[in-house]
Structures are given as C-alpha cells and as structure tokens.
C-alpha cells in the first residue's frame, strides 16, 4: 500500500540508528608529592588548600613528611586537607603520579615505578643524556610543566614565576640599598625633595614588567632597554604609563648605567644570555650601586657576573654589589609555592575529568605541548636535537 500525501520520505520512515551520548568516564588519580632535595629549592608543588581540592574530588593524595615545610605548611595542614603523610621516600616515588618542582635526580627516578607519569620543570640545560635514557628504560610518561601552554598560547608557569622574578629583584636591590656594610644608604621611595633613585631595566619581558612596574610603585626612575620595540610597546602598555625606554645602544646604555642606582638583568637567549654590559661599563657606574642578574640561569648578562646562592648572595666587583642567585623566586617559598599550585591543579583537575593522561593530552594541544616522553618514547625535539637523540611525533603515538 502506497502513502499518498506523506510528511516523510521512504527512507525516513525505515528504522533509524539512535545517537546516543557517551559519558567520559572519570579517572581517580593517587598523586605522590616527594620532598624537594634539590640546592636552594624550598617550593612545594602543592599547597594544603590545593590538596583539600582534589581529595574532595575522589583523588589521593601522598605526600613525603616536611615536604612543605620551607614554605609554611606544615604536615598537620596536609592532613586536615586529606592528604597521606609518610616518612618512606620510595613509597612516594612508587605513586602512579609524581609531582615535583625540580626534576627528579637519577637516583629519584630509579625509586619510580615503570609506567609512572611524571610531572615536573625540565630545565633541559641542566640534564644530562642518562637522565632521558632512564626515562626510556622505565616506560615513563613524563611532562614538563615550563612547556604547557595555555588557550591563548601563553606559558603560564614561566610567566607566573617570571612576575615573582621581576618583583622580587626590586625588593632584593631595596633590602641591599639600605644594608649598612654594602647599601648606598638610599631608600627606594619618592621622598619630595629628595632626588629618586635610578633604576635601568635590561630585557621588556615578563621579568622586565614587573620589575618596572614595582619600581615605579616605590617611587624610582625607571629606564627600560629591549631590541625588540614590540616589547617595549606592550611593556608600556601593560603599565599604563609612559616610561623612558630604548633599544640596546652602547652608548645611551653607557650613559643610563653610570647615573643608575640600580641594574636589573632580565635578557633570555636561545642558548646562553647575551652580555650586554662589558666589565668596562660595570666600571663606570657609580661605588655602591648595585646588579641584580635575574638571567643567571642562563649565564648572565654582566660580563661580571658569577653565580652565587642564596647563603652568600651578594659579591662586591670595581666597587659594584652583585647579586646573582639562580631561582630567585625560591627565596619567597610560599608565595611561589601557591602560584605554582594555582598552575597544577586545574590541569590536575582536567586530567582526572577527561579520565587520564593520555585522554587529556589527545584534546588539550596545550597539554600536549609539555609531554616530552610517552610510555619511554621521546616526543620532544628540542630535547632529541640537543642531546642527538631519537624521537617521534607525539600526534602518531596519540591517535
């Protein structure tokens, strides 16, 4: 029988196939928080309240006694927020997931279980070949956190951490101001009439602009040297006034240095930074001043700089103080600490919802940026190329 005047065609009226909604399903994570053992290093990965987060959530969480401790938390304010606290330092390691600031020593790696996921700073500079191959040897999934890229393309643990950089240099170079045996005797304020002190910035990056912008709420002169006027433009910008700024020329960068008070070195290379300021120009600025090489982890702008810890931070050359510590943002533990947890747990949170590390990384590419090792293969070139090693593309193993 035919059906005259019908609303629907034959093939609508045929038995249709039924879309059905497919709940992703969610993963518990048993997260193990070893103490930092690295020199200088005092952050934790987590805070208490941080910690409160996930094990609402279903995850847990094992952490190695003291582990917070150089940044005010203590292992009561872990366990009131759900944490496991354990005195074993391989029962930590032997979590699925370890989160570390620092990476893991070798010796640390061998205490991880094959599979584990690894979530920590890379710091490739600092690694040697060894360290990749036992990663490789143990089938690690592992994760550096300076390389996870947020939605709008941004770093957000190196911007967090360059901000505490920039700030803390102002505040270092206050404090060396006003000590008694090495300070000029100045103070970092705009005292009316009182000339203020001069601050030259060298590098507009993130560093730069917090630098700035802390020296210009003390009340100091603030010039700002970048090659890039891109930067300069959006350092500008970002601060919301107008600040002296000028590209790299010796001989204006000459002159700024000899009237300045105090210089902040905040330059990033590709490999090493660039020295911009030849020990000739340390010599022309004035008994007292004072240095402040935030890019000593990449060896140093100051043709004068040497590295130093935060027991001896300061050294005195043709009359310069110099203050050059790796990890600045170390000396201020808890305040990094807390920014560095605001980073991890979303991402924590994340992983857990989209059911795994492996499913997050396959719809995150801003999460999949920072995977650099995958079940033991190397996915990263930057790492293949510096240490002639291997690797293959991450979008071929995650499907």
């Keep these: ?29 048993f997260i193990g928080i070893p103490r930092e053992t690295s020199y200088q290093e005092k952050r934790v990965c987590l805070t208490p309240d941080a910690v409160a987060a996930l094990t609402a959530h279903g995850h847990r969480v094992l952490i190695e006694s003291n582990a917070g401790i150089n940044a005010s938390f203590t292992d009561q304010n872990y366990s009131e927020s759900g944490a496991e606290i354990t005195n074993d330092t391989s029962k930590v390691f032997g979590c699925p997931i370890v989160l570390k600031v620092e990476p893991p020593s070798l010796e640390e790696l061998e205490l991880m279980n094959p599979q584990t996921v690894l979530i920590s700073a890379l710091q490739l500079k600092t690694q040697s070949k060894k360290y990749f191959e036992t990663l490789a040897t143990k089938r690690i999934t592992a994760m550096a956190f300076e390389f996870i890229r947020d939605e709008v393309g941004a770093y957000p643990a190196v911007r967090a951490l360059s901000e505490i950089a920039g700030t803390s240099a102002v505040l270092i170079a206050a404090e060396l101001m006003s000590n008694p045996n090495l300070g000029s005797g ?12 001069e601050v030259v910035i060298i590098g507009a990056g993130t560093v730069g602009e917090f630098a700035a912008r802390s020296a210009i709420g003390l009340g100091a002169g603030v010039k700002v040297f970048d090659n890039s006027i891109s930067k300069l433009r959006c350092l500008q910008t970002a601060i919301g006034r107008p600040v002296y700024t000028s590209t790299i020329q010796p001989k204006i960068l000459l002159k700024a240095l000899r009237r300045s008070d105090v210089v902040i070195g905040a330059v990033r290379g590709k490999d090493r930074s660039p020295i911009l300021v030849s020990e000739e120009m340390v010599e022309a600025m004035k008994p007292g001043s004072i240095i402040i090489d935030v890019s000593i982890d990449m060896g140093g702008c100051f043709e004068t700089s040497e590295v130093t810890s ?22 201020y533990p808890k305040t990094s600490s807390i920014s560095i947890s605001n980073i991890f747990t979303p991402y924590l949170l994340q992983i857990a919802e989209e059911g795994g590390i492996e499913q997050a990384v396959r719809f995150d590419k801003g999460l999949k940026n920072g995977l650099y090792f995958y079940h033991g293969i190397l996915t990263n070139k930057s790492v293949a190329d510096w240490f002639d090693l291997t690797y293959r593309d991450i979008n071929l193993l995650i499907l």
């Excluded at 009226?13 to 497919?22: A, C, D, H, R, V």
Aim: glycine share 6%; proline share 11%; net charge neutral.
């Design 186 to 197: 100045l103070m970092m304020g705009n005292i009316s009439g009182v000339p203020p002190v």
């Design 1 to 29: 029988m035919t059906i005259q005047n019908s609303p629907f065609t034959a093939s609508q009226l045929l038995p249709q196939e039924e879309m059905l909604e497919i709940s992703k399903k969610k993963g518990e994570l």
């Design 310 to 331: 935060h027991d001896n931070p300061t050294f005195v050359k043709h009359g310069v103080n110099h203050y050059c510590v790796p990890n600045i943002p170390s000396r």
